[in-house]
């Protein structure tokens, strides 16, 4: 872009420029408050998240036994948890380093921008200052000598009077010689204000040309470069924040792939199996049941099979088998239906419990679905 200069461009405009450099260094007032507040948000965020993260790790604490090996295992599992809970743990650990991180963040928004900002504030309105000084200092010698030119005419204006009015008593007066010689010291009097009254307009307007060609143009130009200085030193504290920012973000990122990495290692049979390694017992079969003869009738576990007591046994078997096809029946058909579910189940979700990958909504939504469905298959 074409270099611009407000001292050529705008003519006898300070008044004008000074306020729109001084409306710009207001202006910091508000991006340091902004810096400011956007640092108290993000340390008040810093701690909130520490807070909670203390909790759950209080919490975390007290139930890890339980959610590991349940209320009463045959093994004391010591310090080890569950895969899920050094999962829980890890995310936990990162979100307090997140916590340092925006913590960080708001030292630095304060420390490295905010502060930095009005100090900048400060330092540029001083050189507004000592231009405004020097811009008063030279329209006051501008304006003083003006004044002077304006004494010199009056000067001048009461030596024309005053020749006048000796021409005018000369004519009137007899004494041609006296007069005349008053009249001629009147005149050279009228002359010398005349040639005072001519210099001093030739320096007034020499004064003139300096002010508005030389000086103002030097002084509003020392103000635009005040003005882009500032723009300038705005731009680096702008994209100094979103570079710190960017940073922070970078870092909260690590934090969140190394949750990442431990979660995706936590298979969810990694649970069952500590659970089940706890709670391992000697645990025997129950006997099965026997017959036992009745204490006042001796007799042994043969099937009686007399012809009255046969023609029972027939009926019992027939209805048995009734039963049995048309449960039978239901039984297989509601088999091919869960090996359909179950097949369905495996083509949406993929093979979800062999991998910890993250799954959208609906495909959790179908696959709950199935698992409804299939357990209320279960009953056969």
Not at 82 to 100: C, D, G, M, Y
Request: aromatic letters at 10%; one cysteine or more; hydrophobic letters at 30%.
């Amino acid at each position: 872009m074409e270099k611009i200069s407000i001292g050529n461009e705008l003519k006898d405009s300070y008044k004008s420029v000074d306020k729109w450099v001084k409306s710009g260094l207001n202006w910091l007032t508000d991006i340091n408050e902004f810096y400011s507040e956007r640092a108290s948000i993000e340390r008040e965020y810093s701690n909130k998240l520490k807070l909670l993260c203390t909790e759950h790790f209080k919490r975390k604490a007290k139930n890890s036994s339980v959610l590991s090996v349940g209320d009463s295992p045959t093994i004391t599992p010591g310090s080890l948890e569950s895969a899920s809970l050094v999962a829980w743990n890890e995310l936990l650990t990162q979100t307090e380093a997140l916590a340092n991180e925006r913590l960080t963040l708001a030292n630095n928004l304060d420390k490295k921008i905010a502060n930095d900002i009005i100090e900048i504030q400060r330092k540029y309105d001083a050189i507004r200052d000592k231009w405004k000084l020097l811009n008063d200092e030279l329209t006051n010698s501008r304006d003083k000598y003006y004044e002077e030119v304006a004494k010199s005419k009056k000067d001048y204006d009461l030596s024309c009077q005053a020749m006048e009015h000796q021409r005018s008593k000369n004519e009137k007066s007899s004494d041609s010689e006296k007069n005349k010689l008053k009249y001629n010291k009147k005149e050279i009097e009228m002359n010398n204000f005349k040639n005072n009254y001519l210099i001093k307009i030739n320096v007034a307007n020499r004064l003139k040309d300096k002010y508005y060609y030389q000086d103002l143009p030097e002084i509003l130009d020392g103000l635009q470069d005040l003005n882009e200085a500032r723009v300038c030193k705005l731009n680096s504290y702008m994209l100094l924040s979103t570079s710190l920012e960017r940073k922070s973000f970078e870092k909260i990122i690590e934090f969140t792939n190394t949750v990442d990495e431990v979660v995706k290692q936590n298979l969810p049979m990694l649970d069952t199996a500590m659970f089940v390694k706890h709670n391992m017992n000697s645990w025997k079969e129950p006997q099965d049941f026997y017959y036992i003869p009745c204490s006042i009738w001796h007799d042994d576990e043969t099937m009686i099979i007399k012809s009255n007591e046969l023609e029972e046994l027939k009926i019992k078997m027939s209805n048995a088998n009734l039963t049995y096809d048309k449960y039978y029946r239901i039984c297989e058909n509601e088999k091919q239906q869960l090996e359909e579910l179950i097949q369905d189940k495996k083509e949406i979700m993929g093979d979800v419990f062999s991998e910890v990958k993250m799954k959208q909504k609906e495909e959790f939504f179908k696959f709950e679905d199935r698992l409804i469905k299939n357990n209320s298959k279960c009953y056969w």
